[in-house]
């Protein structure tokens, strides 16, 4: 059983290569492992948690983004697709992506409920199972709906548009306390406002005696035929981006992946556990494509919550189309010029009417569709993650359709002019114009695509012949692996996915108790 004692350990305090013992081992400290740690070091037990990232905190939150993206997230923000057609932002820190969300909470839509019901076997996971998981994880995280008179004018072009247009649109629920509205949540919160795993689940769990380690990465989970034994670990310097020489043996009755739906699929390939050839596959991304439109008066879209509206009008639009639904992105400068494809003095002339630029944004739900398979996460010759993403002709309609969305609703906002994120922008000013985003091709390489949701490779389900895990997130073949992350999803949400995360990961709780 865990003790009292407190401790949280980098690089610097590992000297040696280490054998260390625990109930549990959690990889990765984000929504899925840091609210499983919370409630099992509360029960007495002993966690051990890796973090491949750094711990960072308020006081390093300076609101710089090139040193944000550089400390906070995979790769400095520089993870795509093996293609390059598709940015992927996340997490890599203590807490994980939620340090760097934007604090959109959504409990999971009872349309996707029901589809990993009827076609993936997961029958116990009803509204009705999860409802005490949301409500408990809601009040610790205080996740409430933001003031409208609090909306910023980047998210009021979707509530005005959406009004003038007769669609759905309305305010979000956020996980912040004492938020100061700075509109930097994706750089780490200078003030803890935002309740991210980082200043709730794992500070409760370090005062249960959790033992976190940073700037470690587990490199693969040696098992035998029917168990997960230990997991290896590597020791990295953070400053050179170089393993210290240093590993760790950690030996535990429960493993848990929490590494994500990148990273944890890639350490399931390095272990060796794909005997079914399931892992990796399936994974989902809630492709995001983007307008800019300009207004008259000032959005100053930089400041303010990131995202406090949203439309999901679109999210349904019948079983032959994807959905999509709609929000807003904040205009930090250097996220705007990299998410425009132009160059020199157009560069220029656009971030001279930042001050008056929205950007919106627009969600496709991909998993849904029958025929839609979303990605592969694999490993390169050298060891390395490479997420393949192939866009299908259902996905490129998508975008086609969420493009003539996203320029009529700024437009009917009041929207000087829109702008299509194609190295040749496509600019209208006025909804006569509409019809002309036929003259562009949508699809990889064509404009702008990102996800900042990465969803599924180690999905779950009651079938061991079509899926990783069962729907308690215990794997199928060894009875003493859990994955508690958004890898297990078997399709992607509609919806921002944090906070369906965090209450499947507080249901697990019960379930790996339960082995131990």
Not at 152 to 181: F, H, M, Q, Y
């Amino acid at each position: 059983m865990a003790g009292t004692l407190v401790k949280l350990y980098s690089h610097k305090d590992i000297e040696r290569s280490q054998d260390l013992e625990c109930d549990v081992c959690i990889i990765g400290s984000g929504a899925g492992g840091a609210t499983l740690a919370a409630g099992l070091t509360k029960d007495g037990f002993d966690v051990i948690m890796l973090e491949a990232g750094q711990h960072r905190w308020r006081k390093d939150f300076n609101m710089d983004e090139g040193e944000a993206f550089q400390n906070l997230y995979q790769d400095g923000g520089l993870r795509t697709t093996s293609d390059l057609a598709i940015s992927i932002l996340q997490g890599k820190c203590v807490g994980g992506s939620t340090t760097i969300n934007w604090t959109t909470c959504f409990r999971t839509p009872e349309r996707i409920l029901n589809l990993w019901q009827t076609k993936h076997g997961a029958t116990e996971l009803t509204s009705e199972e999860l409802k005490p998981h949301f409500e408990t994880v809601e009040a610790r995280l205080n996740v409430n709906s933001w003031p409208k008179e609090s909306i910023n004018p980047n998210n009021k072009v979707i509530i005005d548009g959406c009004e003038t247009l007769g669609w759905e649109a309305s305010t979000l629920r956020r996980n912040v306390k004492g938020c100061a509205n700075s509109g930097y949540c994706g750089m780490g919160c200078p003030v803890d406002g935002k309740q991210g795993m980082l200043v709730t689940y794992i500070p409760d769990a370090l005062k249960h005696g959790l033992r976190l380690y940073t700037n470690v990465r587990a490199e693969r989970i040696e098992h035998s035929v029917t168990q997960a034994e230990q997991v290896i670990a590597q020791v990295w310097n953070p400053q050179t981006n170089r393993f210290t020489g240093k590993t760790l043996r950690i030996r535990a009755n429960i493993i848990v992946s929490s590494a994500g739906a990148i990273n944890g699929p890639a350490l399931f390939l390095r272990s060796g556990l794909n005997n079914t050839g399931l892992v990796g596959k399936r994974t989902f991304l809630h492709p995001v494509v983007g307008i800019s439109a300009t207004f008259e008066h000032a959005i100053n879209g930089f400041y303010g919550a990131p995202q406090s509206a949203s439309s999901h009008h679109f999210v349904d639009r019948g079983t032959d189309k994807m959905g999509f639904f709609i929000e807003a992105a904040p205009t930090h400068p250097m996220m705007a010029a990299t998410a425009l494809s132009v160059f020199g003095k157009d560069q220029q002339h656009f971030m001279k009417d930042l001050a008056h630029s929205s950007f919106l944004i627009a969600l496709h739900v991909d998993g849904v569709l029958d025929e839609d398979n979303g990605g592969t996460v694999s490993l390169r010759s050298d060891g390395r993650v490479q997420v393949d993403y192939p866009i299908s002709s259902a996905l490129k309609e998508g975008f086609f359709a969420s493009h003539q969305a996203l320029c009529e609703l700024a437009l009917a906002a009041g929207a000087k002019k829109v702008s299509t994120l194609h190295p040749t922008p496509l600019i209208l000013r006025s909804s006569n114009e509409l019809p002309t985003l036929s003259q562009k091709t949508y699809g990889a390489l064509e404009h702008g695509i990102f996800t900042a949701h990465q969803m599924g490779g180690l999905q779950l389900g009651k079938d061991p012949a079509t899926s990783v895990v069962n729907p308690h997130l215990q794997h199928h073949q060894l009875k003493n692996l859990f994955v508690v992350d958004g890898s297990v999803f078997p399709s992607s949400l509609g919806v921002n996915p944090s906070l369906t995360i965090y209450a499947l990961a507080h249901r697990a709780r019960s379930a790996v108790k339960n082995m131990l």
